[in-house]
């Protein structure tokens, strides 16, 4: 079973920065990708980032381009996201979510999330 904890969020003034931690294990199966969400009150869930466990691939919304860093430490099977220059416009729940690399791909919902942790930036 696929166990995902998800840490790190915060309160920060705009242009500070936190680096959020989802440890993830249990994957039963090789391919797989680990994905960053996040959801703001009223809105729709968005996808922030993902990497690809195969080849180490990392996909980045526009939204978070040149903000935003994931990196992956293999041998404590955990992925950080790194959050620089935030903006009021990047709070919400950040959910760490997992599932085959195919599935989030082709943007399905992934069947694997973490509990989500609270990222507020004030202005």
């Not at 703001?40 to 526009?62: C, H, Q, T």
């Not at 955990?78 to 220059?85: D, G």
């Not at 760490?96 to 990222?119: E, F, I, K, S």
């Amino acid at each position: 079973e696929v166990h995902i904890v998800e840490s790190g969020g915060g309160l920060v003034q705009a242009g500070g920065s936190l680096r959020l931690s989802c440890a993830a294990s249990g994957f039963g199966f090789s391919d797989y990708a680990i994905a960053w969400f996040r959801q703001a009150p009223g809105k729709e869930r968005e996808g922030v980032s993902r990497v690809v466990s195969s080849d180490g691939s990392i996909y980045y919304a526009d939204s978070v381009k040149g903000r935003f860093t994931m990196s992956s430490d293999n041998a404590n099977n955990t992925v950080y996201l790194q959050m620089n220059n935030l903006k009021p416009e990047d709070t919400a729940v950040y959910y760490c979510a997992a599932d085959h690399a195919l599935r989030l791909r082709v943007g399905a919902t992934p069947y694997y999330w973490g509990q989500g942790t609270q990222v507020t930036v004030s202005s």
